[in-house]
């Protein structure tokens, strides 16, 4: 439900807020259309000059919400198509980026860190990106953006081991600008979009676009996006998204 994403423009400020905290603001395609359609008209909207996303709730979110791929996984759905839409509006995106992340943040929630310009975590922030683990492939370009961020071995042991990335370690690795304790999370990472807002417009653009190659990206998701398709609707993806359902270890050995 688009309620799920609440909505403010004030001091040339957008706030994104994810607001299905009684579901530990799993995404779900509705609220990716919002996402989608909220950052992209920004392009057209001079009184916005910042976005900030955050969570509501003691989660940022727990990723796509699960029960939207496993019907893919069992053939029973095609899928979103406004998940797509939102990592692309992210990279096509000229408005700074701010991000308030406290608790977990879950696959998405971590990828589309990589494409803010400015990350706040709250100290007990935790991070992780189990694509592997759901029989699944990174996304959002994050198979490009993380290793150039972090290095090949912490990005791959993220991946392919679903680690999670404490606060500090997160701050270390250079995934995040600051980390503050949880009761000041949302007032730091509002001083940092308002001085943002205060910056010229124009140089802050430009800088981004600079600092950015946005159609390498695109391309990076075009291929990431083919290959987590196909994955979706393997015998393993299958085992994995029962095993779920049903409270238990997935035993991928005996998928053929």
Known sequence: MTEH???????????????????????????YGKLADS?????????????????????????NDVGEFAAVAAGKSEGSRNVVRFIQS????????????????????????????????ADNAQLSTPFVSLALVPEAASSLLMPARIGHARAYEMFALGE???AKAALEWGLANRVVPLEKLDAEALALAQRLARQPAGALTATKKLMRNGEALLAQMQAEGEQFAQRLRTAEAREAFTAFAERRPPDFTKVA
Request: glycine share 10%.
């Open 39 to 63: 950052i992209e008209s920004v392009e057209f909207d001079p009184s916005a000059r910042v976005i900030l996303i955050r969570g509501e709730g003691d989660m940022f979110t727990a990723g």
């Open 164 to 166: 999670t990335v404490p």
């Open 5 to 31: 994403v609440r909505i403010e423009n004030n001091g040339g400020i957008l706030t994104l807020t994810l607001a299905r905290p009684d579901k530990k603001n799993a995404l779900t395609d509705a609220m």
């Open 90 to 121: 992210l990279a096509r995106c000229t408005r700074p980026l701010v991000a308030a992340v406290q608790g977990r943040a879950v696959g998405v929630g971590t990828t589309m860190l990589l494409h803010c310009d400015l990350v706040v975590l």
